[in-house]
């Protein structure tokens, strides 16, 4: 229930009595409401379809209390599509999208939301660490993940080993960057981490990963960046400028193996020049977060197999 406390209070009462007397709570990762559909929720890798229509004043009932009764307040994230709560979970915002000079300037008429619940896995990464970092030196590292295999949730918690440091492993603490596109990583709220990243962190949140790795060079002096789902020229070329300044990273992409990351052109010049050191591959197989291997680029060949 401690996850999902901050969820629950913007939930109209019905629909949270609703959800209190599901069994499994506390494997609650979304919340999708629809207009005059069923509520639907997603308990880990089983899909509940209960009995509850949601109304067109659910919608509005949980937009006024996202928003503090001020939703103009929130305009700049709303057309990002989201906006992030206390707790550092995200709501996802689907209707009538307003456009202004070819750009979405706020979407109104709202008919659908999508609550995806925030949780922090602590300790998740740490059999995951001797295999990134050695001599006290981190090596570039990513991620290979299909959706919804707990990419970000691992990723972050590298964040806090990184910035913490490893005693186990004579591992000391470094300054992070996190540049946190959509808000999931460490789910700020009011520009305050909500998840646990560290204590060396800083965080660049809603911001573009491009503009944010060359921001936290020029003002951060950060030692290592971390960012999700690199997949742009433009992600290719500030990384690139992050390695030529001396910063490590740590960053994921969607794929299902090491085969993904070679056969796209986008990452062609980054596997050339041998940007990354290790690949962790992700899978559901037992869960969310399974690691099916770790990969290394300078021997070819896997350094461990789950």
């Known amino acids: 229930m401690k996850n999902t406390k901050d969820v629950l209070d913007i939930l109209p009462s019905n ?13 609650l990762q979304e919340i ?21 229509i ?11 209390h996202i928003s503090n ?5 929130f305009e700049e994230e709303i057309k990002q599509g989201y906006i992030t709560i206390k707790g550092g979970h995200r709501v996802g915002l689907c209707g009538s999208c307003v456009i202004e000079n070819n750009k979405i300037k706020t979407i109104k008429s709202i008919g659908s939301i999508n609550i995806r619940v925030c949780k922090e ?7 995951l660490m001797p295999y990134i970092v050695k001599d006290n030196k981190l090596m570039n590292t990513i991620i290979i993940s299909p959706p919804r295999c707990g990419k970000t949730t691992l990723i972050r918690d590298i964040a806090r080993n990184l910035s913490d440091g490893i005693k186990k492993i004579n591992f000391k603490g470094k300054k992070v960057c996190i540049i946190d596109e959509r808000s999931e990583i460490s789910g ?17 949140d809603n911001c573009p990963k491009a503009e944010g790795i060359m921001m936290a060079i020029r003002s951060m002096s950060p030692e290592a960046i971390v960012c999700d789902e690199i997949g742009t020229h433009k992600d290719m070329e500030s990384i690139i400028m992050a390695l030529n ?11 299902y193996g090491i085969e993904d990351l070679f056969n796209r052109l986008v990452f062609k010049e980054i596997v050339e020049n041998h940007v990354f050191r290790r690949a962790v591959v992700l899978s559901t197989r037992y869960g969310a977060g399974t690691i099916e291997y770790v990969y290394d680029f300078e021997k070819k060949e896997e350094l461990w197999r789950g």
């Not at 700020?188 to 660049?204: A, E, H, K, S």
């Not at 300044?245 to 794929?255: R, V």
Request: glycine share 10%; net charge negative; proline share 2%.
């Open 15 to 27: 629909i949270k009595s609703v959800i209190k007397d599901i069994k499994g709570l506390d494997t």
């Open 32 to 52: 999708r409401l629809k207009v005059d559909k069923p509520l639907i929720l997603q308990l880990g890798n089983e899909e509940v379809i209960t009995g509850v």
């Open 54 to 64: 949601v109304s067109v004043q659910d919608i509005k009932l949980i937009i006024q």
């Open 69 to 73: 009764y001020s939703i103009y307040a």
């Open 121 to 127: 896995v602590e300790g998740c990464s740490d059999n």
């Open 188 to 204: 700020c709220y009011n520009g305050i981490p909500q998840m646990n990243v560290g204590v060396r962190t800083d965080v660049l």
């Open 245 to 255: 300044s001396g910063i490590n990273l740590i960053t994921t992409i969607h794929g």
